[in-house]
């Protein structure tokens, strides 16, 4: 019975620091702390595969999830890393092919309710409940877009700074020489998520720490957010 309600207590903390979760009360945000049903994933465990049907809204309380998908070579790579808050759906397209997973990068607590209980729970909400959950979403796939679409004729050095970007948003703390990283990503980890190869990725990084936008703090990176968007006429939101 302690260590059930420890488990809540600590839950509604972690939903109580979500900003994508704001728009509930605090005693809406208790309540979905009582009602979760938590799981807890090791990597590389799949949370959830593109063939599941979306019957529950899934929250990332702790650790870090990815998206993972198959390219045109067949192999298995990044495409999103997923601070804790609401787990995105995967889109309703005919993308078999890709196998879009969600995996836990880090060990992940992983809460889940059914959305006819979250429409109970946010009971002042119901109406708008699904699509503010859902708002994340649309974010999320926003990002991707920008990182992957050929169509803006974004290059290798424009993709890889809205990336540091998307990182620095994600997992970033402010600190006097730009954002800190909380985490640390590998060059190859950073390839997938742009689509190029490690030794390319590389090398603009280190263009970055030339031209003073990326600092390297033993395994961290701290990125130069407001400089990095100047420099490259990026905006990030």
Same mark, same amino acid.
């Given at each position: 019975?302690?260590?059930?309600?420890s488990s809540r207590a600590s839950d509604l903390i972690r939903l109580?620091?979500?900003?994508?979760?704001?728009?509930?009360?605090?005693?809406?945000?208790?309540?979905?702390?009582?009602?979760?049903?938590?799981?807890?994933?090791?990597?590389?465990?799949?949370?959830?595969r593109q063939t599941a049907r979306a019957a529950d809204a899934h929250?990332?309380?702790?650790?870090?999830?990815?998206?993972?998908?198959?390219?045109?070579?067949?192999?298995?790579?990044?495409?999103?890393?997923?601070?804790?808050?609401?787990?995105?759906?995967?889109?309703?397209?005919?993308?078999?092919?890709?196998?879009?997973?969600?995996? /836990?990068?880090?060990?992940?607590?992983?809460?889940?309710?059914?959305?006819?209980?979250?429409?109970?729970?946010a009971i002042h909400n119901a109406d708008s409940a699904f699509q503010?959950?859902?708002?994340?979403?649309?974010?999320?796939?926003?990002?991707?877009?920008?990182?992957?679409?050929?169509?803006?004729?974004?290059?290798?050095?424009?993709?890889?700074?809205?990336?540091?970007?998307?990182?620095?948003?994600?997992?970033?703390?402010?600190?006097?020489?730009?954002?800190?990283?909380?985490?640390?990503?590998?060059?190859?980890?950073?390839? !997938?998520?742009?689509? /190029?190869?490690?030794?390319?990725?590389?090398?603009?990084?280190?263009?970055? !720490?030339? !031209?003073?936008?990326?600092?390297?703090?033993?395994?961290?990176?701290?990125?130069?957010?407001?400089?990095?968007?100047?420099?490259?006429?990026? /905006?990030?939101?």
């Amino acid at each position: 019975m302690n260590e059930s309600r420890s488990s809540r207590a600590s839950d509604l903390i972690r939903l109580s620091q979500i900003e994508a979760l704001s728009w509930l009360s605090a005693a809406e945000l208790g309540l979905l702390a009582g009602a979760l049903t938590s799981t807890t994933f090791r990597p590389p465990q799949t949370i959830f595969r593109q063939t599941a049907r979306a019957a529950d809204a899934h929250i990332l309380l702790r650790g870090i999830a990815r998206i993972t998908c198959r390219n045109g070579r067949r192999e298995r790579v990044t495409v999103a890393m997923l601070a804790p808050g609401p787990i995105p759906d995967f889109p309703l397209m005919p993308l078999g092919r890709f196998d879009l997973r969600c995996e /836990a990068y880090k060990d992940c607590r992983v809460g889940s309710l059914g959305w006819e209980a979250f429409e109970d729970i946010a009971i002042h909400n119901a109406d708008s409940a699904f699509q503010k959950f859902h708002e994340n979403d649309l974010q999320q796939w926003y990002r991707l877009l920008l990182r992957n679409s050929g169509f803006l004729n974004l290059d290798l050095h424009q993709r890889i700074a809205l990336t540091l970007l998307e990182l620095s948003s994600a997992f970033g703390v402010k600190e006097s020489r730009g954002t800190l990283l909380r985490e640390s990503f590998s060059h190859q980890e950073i390839a !997938e998520l742009v689509g /190029a190869s490690r030794p390319r990725v590389t090398e603009h990084l280190a263009q970055f !720490e030339r !031209e003073h936008l990326l600092i390297r703090q033993g395994r961290q990176l701290i990125v130069c957010v407001d400089e990095i968007g100047a420099a490259q006429k990026l /905006a990030y939101n």
